[in-house]
C-alpha cells in the first residue's frame, strides 16, 4: 500500500466501500467520519496505513442486510437527510456519541454534530432523530 | 491540500510511553500522544487543572478531539490554539527529547512564533508537566462559529485571599504570534478586592498594548478591544465560582 | 398548454410519507459520481491559473508528460480546436455574449481558470503531474471592484468593449413626485456580500467513450442533464442521439450544479481522445474557486411613504458583480437583473425605477444559487421597510400590514409586471405576529436590554417565482423558453413507472411525486415507482427554480389524464357502466354508487396487455402516455419569516435563538418535505447573512478556499425553525400546487439582518455591509453613520 493513501481513499478506491464520502479533504465538513476501534474520526486525515490492525467501521456496517437499524430508522423518520452526501458521517458521529452517551439532552446532540456539516436539512431534523433513538424523554423535549 | 510533500513521516501512535496522564507529587505529567479527547474526559484533569478541561471544550469538535493529540497541538504552535494558552497560563514545562538527549523547556518560552517552537530540528516532544493550578480559572473565547479557531482568547487565575486578590494570572491568546501574559493587567489586579471596576481595569489594562494582526475572520482592532471584555469577563467568574 | 385542468382527489398528497429514497442513502447505497468505478478509467486533474488577469505566454507541459502513469497533457492549445467552449449569450438588446474557453489559451481571467489538464492512472499522479507543468504568465492589472469596473479603467475580459454586459432601466410612475411629497423618505446603499452554494458534494464528471457505437456517455453532478446534452451536442458537434447524459445521485445543488461547466465538456472531450473513461472529480478548494459564485450586489435603494406608512415609491439601483464570463444558461443577469424584475414582492409600489447594472470583474463566473437575484435587494428593501417604521411609529408587522396587496386587489399587476392571480400576504403577516408572540416578546426585549443582553425581532415579507417554465422566465426578463415532460406507464400487473425530467438533488421528488402520481391515478403509493436523472428518459429542464413539484406533477397528471380515460372507458364495457360512473381507487376501478361492481386495475391491464382475442378495430392498447407541461402564467408562492436574535453588543457574536417561517406553497404534497426545504434554506440564510464571504484581495486573489476560512453554519449556530403552512392553491396549476424551495435564501437573511438592527436599535445601527461580522457589529454598536438623506 502506498503509505501516502489517506483511509479515506483508501477505504473508497481499494475497497471500494463508497459509503463513506469526501466533501473538503481537510478534516472540516465530517462527511468521511468512521469509527476507528469505535472512536469517530475523519478518514481523511488519517493515513490508511496508520489503520493497520484497528477495527474498521463504516456506514456500510451499521445495518444488517435487509433492515435499517434503529438509527436509520429515525433519521428516514424524522427526516434527516435530504441529499444524503453528508449522512454517513453524521451516522457513524452519532453511532460513537451514543455509543458513548446513550442518553443525551438536545442541547448535548446539538454539540456532538457540530463538527458535521449539513447543507440540506438545517440540522433541527438531525437532532430529533437522535433524540428518538435515544429514547429519552429529557432529549425529546428539551 | 498540497501545502507540504515530507519525505518521510513517523508515527508516534503506537508509543505507549508517550501517552496517559499520571498526577505525582503536585505536577501532572501527560504524554505528547494522549488525545485531547482522552484529556477532555480524565477525572485528573478535570479535578486538578479545571483550566484546561475547560479550555478543550473549545478545542475543535468531539471528532477532531478524538484523533488531536496533546502533543501535536503544542509542537504545531498554532497562535489561535487553545492549549497553548493554557500550558503558558498554568506554567507548564515542555519535555522534548532528541540527539542531544532530554531536556525541559518552560512554556513560556516554548512558543516563539506563528507555527514555531523551540523543538529543535530531530527533537520530539514527549511530555508535558504542568503543576496542579492555583487558584480560580476562567476561560473566554469567541470564534467565528463554535469550534473555530479563537478571534481572541483569554485565561484568568485568581488567588483570592480574605476578599484581596493575593495572586494573578492572566493570558491572551490569538492576540500575537504565541500566547502573551498580560502583565499589566495582572498587576492592576494584585491586591485589589474583587469588584466590576478592578474586572474593569485590568480588562483594559490587559487590551491597551496589545498589536494583533488583522486576518479575513477579525480585524486587529477587533481582537484588542474583545481581549479586553475577555479579560474582565473573565476575572469576574474566575472570581465568582469554583471554575 | 394548461387549459384542461385535471382533477385531483387528494388521498396521499398533504400527507408526510416518508420518502422512498432513504433506505439507499442511509446504508451507504446511493452512487455518486465519485462512487462510480468503471473498466479502464483514467482520472483527470486541472491545473489552474493562480493569477486574476495576466497573458499566458507559454507553457512547459514536458516533465508531466513524462511521468510515469500520465496518459496525456493537454493545454487550451488542445482544447479551443475541438470545442470553442461556453457560448453564453441571451436573445436581448444590447446584452453581450461572453465565451468561456474549456482550457483558457492565451489570456487568464479568474483565479482558478484552467490553464492544463492531466490524464493518469490515479487521481494522485494526476496531481503531481499538475505540479510539473511550468507555465510562464504575464500578470496584468485585475479588475477587482466592480463599481471601478463600471466606471472605467481596464477591462477585465478583453474580448469585450468595456466592463458591461447589460445596463437597463425600468421606470413606471413619477418617482420624483413621489419623493418630494412623501412624508418619510428611507435610503440606504447596502453592499452585499459574494458567497456559493457549496453543496457538500463538490462536482463531478466522468465520460465514457465507445468508439464502436460512436456513443459517448457522460455522468456528471448536474441538476440539469437534457440541458447538458443539447449544449455538448451543439458545442461539440457530436450527434445528440449518441449521447447519454446522466445525472446519479446528486449530493446538493441549489442552483450551482444547472449550469454547463468547462469540467464537463473537458472530460468529453478527453474520452473522445484517448477512448477510455475520464473521470474528473472536484475538491473543495476547486468548488470555492470556480463551481461559481452567487449573489455580489451593490443596492443603492429608497423607499418613499405616506404619513400613514403607505409605501409611495422604490428606486433601486443594483450594480451586480458577475466576475470574468457568462455561465451558460443564466449569465450575469441572473444576478443583476433577476432581483430587480420581482422587487415589488407583496406589496403595492405605485412608482418605480430599477436601473440595473451586469459588471465584468476578474473573478469566478456568477451563477445560480437558491434565491437567484433576490437575497440582497430583499435586505435593502425589508431594512428600509424597518427604518421607515421606526420613524413612523409603526410595528414591522404594522407598516408591512398596511403595504402588502389586500384580500381585495387579486388578481394584482405589479408595477414590475408581475400579475399575483391569489395570495394570502395580509394573512402571513398576522399569522406571523402571532407565531412569534410579538407582544409577549416586546416585554422580553424591554427587561433584556435593562439587563445589557439585547434581543432583536426581524421580519420580511417575500414572493417566490415558483415552477418556472416559459412564462416565467419571460416574466423575469428572461428570453428562454422551457419543454418538459413525464411518461406514465401502466404495466402488465397494474404497476406504475413514472419517468421525468425533473431530477432530484436531495428535494425527494421520487417520492412527491409518486404521491402526486398514486392520487392522480387512483393507485397505492406502493404501486408507483418514479425515474429520472437520464436524458435516456423523457425531455425537460431538470430542477430549479421551485419547478419541481409543479412541473413534475402538471405532466404527470396529464399523462395520467389521458391513461385514466382509456382504462375508464376499456372498464366500462367489463362493468357494463358507464365510464363517466366509473372512478379508480387504490388499484380497483368502482362503479360510483355500487360497491358491489368493481374490478381490480391489474385485471384491466392484464386484458389490455394480453387480450383474450384481438382488441376492437381503432383500439390502440399502449399504456403508456408521455405529456408535457409548462404553466400558463407566473406561479407565485408567498410568506413570511421572522428571526429572534441576541447580540453580544461587545464582542460582536450574534445568536439565532429562534426562527419563524409562514409558507403558502398552494397545495402542499408533502408537508415533511416542504418543511425540509426551509429549515434547510434558513441554515443556507444564516451563512448568507452572518457567516459566508468570499472575499477577494486587491489582486483578485481568493483568501477563503477552504471550509476553514469560508464559514458553513454548524448545528450550534442553526436555530430550529418553527414553520407554519398556509395554503392558498394557484388559479392555474393542476392541483394548485405552487413551487417552493427558494424562499428562505430570498427572505430568511433579510430577517436576521433586521432583527440584528432591531436588538442594537438601542445604538441606532443600521448595517448596510453584509455579512454580518464581529467587526461590523462592534462597527454599528459604535455609531454607524447611516445616511439619512433620500438622495440616489
Known amino acids: 500500500m502506498d503509505v501516502r493513501i489517506t483511509l479515506a481513499d483508501w477505504l473508497r478506491d481499494e475497497l471500494q466501500l463508497t459509503g463513506t464520502k469526501l466533501g473538503c479533504e481537510h478534516g472540516v465538513c465530517g462527511a468521511c467520519t468512521v469509527l476507528v476501534d469505535g472512536k469517530a474520526v475523519r478518514s481523511c486525515l488519517m493515513l490508511a496505513v496508520q489503520a493497520g490492525g484497528r477495527s474498521i467501521l463504516t456506514v456500510e456496517g451499521l445495518s444488517a442486510q435487509s433492515s435499517l437499524n434503529p438509527l436509520q430508522s429515525a433519521f428516514q423518520k424524522h427526516h434527516a437527510l435530504q441529499c444524503g452526501f453528508c449522512t454517513a458521517g453524521f451516522l457513524m458521529t452519532c453511532t460513537a456519541f451514543l455509543n458513548d452517551n446513550p442518553h443525551p439532552t438536545k442541547v448535548e446532540i446539538r454539540e456532538a454534530i457540530s463538527g458535521n456539516l449539513c447543507r440540506c436539512t438545517g440540522y433541527q431534523t438531525i437532532i430529533e432523530a437522535v433524540a428518538d433513538v435515544a429514547g429519552h424523554a429529557e432529549a425529546r423535549q428539551q | 491540500m498540497r501545502l507540504t510533500a515530507p519525505s518521510v513521516l513517523v508515527d508516534l501512535a503506537d508509543l505507549s510511553d508517550l501517552s496517559g496522564i499520571e498526577v505525582r507529587a503536585g505536577v501532572v505529567r501527560i504524554g505528547a500522544m494522549t488525545t485531547q479527547a482522552e484529556c477532555a474526559s480524565s477525572p485528573i484533569i478535570r479535578a486538578q487543572l479545571p483550566l484546561m478541561h475547560e479550555a478543550l471544550s473549545f478545542v475543535a469538535h468531539p471528532v477532531v478531539r478524538n484523533r488531536g493529540t496533546i502533543g501535536g497541538s503544542l509542537a504545531h504552535g498554532d497562535p489561535a490554539a487553545e492549549m497553548p494558552v493554557v500550558m503558558v497560563a498554568l506554567g507548564a514545562t515542555i519535555r522534548a527529547t532528541g540527539p542531544a538527549g532530554e531536556r525541559s523547556i518552560p512554556a513560556a518560552e516554548f512558543f516563539i512564533g506563528p507555527l514555531t517552537t523551540a523543538l529543535a530540528p530531530g527533537e520530539v516532544l514527549t511530555h508535558v508537566d504542568i503543576p496542579v493550578q492555583r487558584g480560580t480559572w476562567a476561560f473566554e473565547e469567541v470564534s467565528r462559529r463554535h469550534g473555530d479557531f479563537a478571534l481572541v482568547m483569554a485565561a484568568v487565575g485568581l488567588d483570592i485571599q480574605s476578599g484581596k486578590i493575593d495572586w494573578a494570572r492572566v493570558l491572551l491568546g490569538a492576540v500575537s504570534d504565541r500566547p502573551v501574559r498580560a502583565h499589566d493587567a495582572e498587576a492592576a489586579l494584585a491586591g485589589r478586592p474583587i469588584d466590576a471596576a478592578t474586572a474593569r481595569t485590568a480588562g483594559d489594562a490587559a487590551s491597551k498594548g496589545l498589536n494583533p494582526s488583522s486576518d479575513i475572520h477579525a480585524s486587529g482592532q477587533y481582537r484588542r478591544q474583545v481581549a479586553g471584555v475577555l479579560v474582565r469577563r473573565a476575572i469576574l467568574r474566575a472570581a465568582g465560582g469554583t471554575k | ?792
Open chain 3, 1 to 792: 398548454m394548461t387549459d384542461v385542468l385535471p382533477l385531483i382527489t387528494p388521498r396521499l398528497i398533504g400527507t408526510s410519507v416518508l420518502r422512498s429514497e432513504d433506505p439507499r442513502l442511509l446504508t451507504g447505497n446511493g452512487e455518486f459520481v465519485a462512487d462510480i468505478f468503471l473498466p479502464r478509467m483514467l482520472h483527470a486533474c486541472v491545473l489552474r491559473s493562480p493569477h486574476a488577469r495576466a497573458m499566458i505566454k507559454s507553457i512547459d507541459t514536458s516533465a508531466a508528460a513524462s511521468m510515469p502513469g500520465v496518459h496525456l497533457v493537454w493545454t487550451g492549445a488542445d482544447t479551443s480546436p475541438r470545442c470553442t467552449g461556453i457560448a453564453a449569450g441571451l436573445d436581448i438588446e444590447g446584452f453581450k455574449g461572453t465565451v468561456q474557453p474549456v482550457l483558457a489559451t492565451t489570456t487568464v481571467r479568474y483565479v482558478g481558470e484552467g490553464i492544463a489538464v492531466v490524464v493518469a492512472d490515479s487521481r494522485h499522479i494526476a496531481e503531481d503531474a499538475c505540479d510539473l507543468i511550468q507555465v510562464d504568465y504575464e500578470p496584468l492589472p485585475a479588475v477587482v471592484d466592480a463599481e471601478a469596473a463600471l466606471a472605467g479603467g481596464p477591462i477585465a475580459n478583453d474580448t469585450l468593449a468595456d466592463n458591461v454586459i447589460l445596463e437597463r432601466a425600468h421606470t413606471v410612475g413619477d418617482l420624483d413626485l413621489a419623493f418630494a411629497t412623501a412624508a418619510v423618505t428611507v435610503a440606504g446603499r447596502f453592499v452585499n456580500n459574494r458567497y456559493a452554494a457549496a453543496p457538500i458534494e463538490c462536482r463531478g464528471s466522468i465520460a465514457r467513450y465507445e468508439w464502436t457505437s460512436n456513443q459517448l456517455t457522460l455522468w456528471t453532478a448536474t441538476q440539469v442533464p437534457h440541458f447538458i446534452r443539447s449544449t455538448i451536442a451543439k458545442s461539440m458537434r457530436f450527434p445528440e442521439h449518441n449521447l447519454e447524459v446522466i445525472a446519479p445521485d446528486v449530493g446538493g445543488g441549489f442552483g450551482q450544479k444547472a449550469n454547463l461547466f468547462a469540467e464537463e465538456l473537458l472530460v468529453c472531450l478527453l474520452s473522445l481522445e484517448l477512448k477510455r473513461p475520464v473521470k474528473w472529480i472536484e475538491d473543495r478548494r476547486e468548488n470555492l474557486m470556480t463551481a461559481t459564485h452567487a449573489k455580489q450586489q451593490i443596492n443603492d435603494m429608497a423607499l418613499a411613504f405616506d404619513a400613514d406608512g403607505r409605501l409611495l415609491a422604490l428606486r433601486d439601483r443594483v450594480d451586480g458583480d458577475g466576475g470574468a464570463y457568462n455561465t451558460y444558461p443564466w449569465t450575469h443577469l441572473i444576478e443583476a437583473m433577476a432581483g430587480t424584475s420581482s422587487i415589488t414582492s407583496v406589496y403595492k409600489v405605485p412608482a418605480l425605477h430599477t436601473h440595473f447594472a451586469a459588471i465584468v470583474t476578474n473573478k469566478c463566473p456568477v451563477g445560480a444559487y437558491r434565491g437567484i437575484g433576490c437575497t440582497a435587494p430583499q435586505i435593502a428593501r425589508e431594512a428600509l421597510f424597518d427604518r421607515a417604521g421606526r420613524e413612523l411609529g409603526l410595528s414591522p408587522f404594522e407598516i408591512r400590514r398596511r403595504n402588502v396587496v389586500q384580500p381585495g386587489d387579486f388578481p394584482y399587476t405589479a408595477a414590475t409586471g408581475l400579475v399575483h392571480h391569489e395570495g394570502s400576504f395580509l394573512e402571513t403577516v398576522d399569522t406571523l405576529e402571532k407565531v412569534v408572540g410579538y407582544e409577549a416578546f416586546l416585554d422580553r426585549q424591554k427587561k433584556a436590554r435593562a439587563a445589557g443582553v439585547y434581543l432583536g425581532l426581524g421580519v420580511s415579507l417575500f414572493s417566490e417565482v415558483s415552477g418556472i417554465g416559459t412564462a416565467a422566465a419571460y416574466a423575469v426578463g428572461f428570453p428562454v423558453s422551457t419543454h418538459d415532460t413525464s411518461t406514465v406507464r401502466i404495466e402488465p400487473t397494474g404497476k406504475v413507472v413514472v419517468t421525468t425530467s425533473i431530477t432530484s438533488q436531495g428535494q425527494g421528488q421520487h417520492t412527491s411525486l409518486a404521491q402526486v402520481t398514486a392520487d392522480a391515478l387512483g393507485v397505492r403509493m406502493e404501486d408507483v415507482v418514479v425515474r429520472s436523472g437520464s436524458t435516456s428518459q423523457t425531455y425537460g429542464h431538470g430542477t430549479w427554480g421551485g419547478r419541481g413539484a409543479v412541473i413534475g406533477a402538471g405532466s404527470i397528471m396529464r399523462a395520467v389524464q389521458v391513461l385514466r380515460e382509456k382504462i375508464l372507458d376499456f372498464a366500462s364495457d367489463m362493468l357494463e357502466a358507464a365510464s363517466e360512473d366509473l372512478l379508480i381507487e387504490n388499484g380497483q376501478i368502482l362503479v360510483a354508487g355500487s360497491p358491489d361492481r368493481s374490478v381490480p386495475l391489474a385485471r384491466i391491464t392484464e386484458e389490455i396487455y394480453f387480450p383474450a382475442k384481438a382488441h376492437k378495430p381503432g383500439f390502440d392498447p399502449t399504456l403508456e402516455v408521455t405529456a408535457a407541461y409548462d404553466p400558463a402564467g407566473v406561479v407565485l408562492s408567498s410568506g413570511g419569516h421572522a428571526a429572534i436574535v441576541e447580540v453580544d453588543s461587545e464582542t460582536g457574536l450574534i445568536k439565532l435563538e429562534k426562527f419563524f417561517a409562514v409558507e403558502d406553497c398552494g397545495l402542499v404534497i408533502n408537508p415533511m418535505i416542504v418543511e425540509g426545504q426551509i429549515r434547510g434554506g434558513v441554515a443556507q440564510a444564516i451563512g448568507a447573512a452572518v457567516l459566508e464571504d468570499l472575499i477577494y484581495d486587491e489582486n483578485g486573489q481568493l483568501l477563503t478556499t477552504t471550509f476553514m476560512d469560508y464559514l458553513l453554519p454548524t448545528s450550534m449556530e442553526v436555530p430550529d425553525v418553527d414553520v407554519t403552512h398556509i395554503e392558498t392553491p394557484s388559479a392555474f396549476t393542476p392541483g394548485g400546487i405552487k413551487g417552493m424551495g427558494e424562499s428562505a435564501m430570498i427572505s430568511a437573511p433579510a430577517a436576521i439582518v433586521n432583527a440584528v438592527n432591531d436588538a442594537l436599535s438601542p445604538f441606532g445601527a443600521f448595517i448596510q455591509r453584509f455579512p454580518l461580522t464581529p467587526d461590523r457589529i462592534l462597527e454599528a454598536v459604535a455609531g454607524n453613520p447611516a445616511p439619512a438623506s433620500p438622495a440616489l
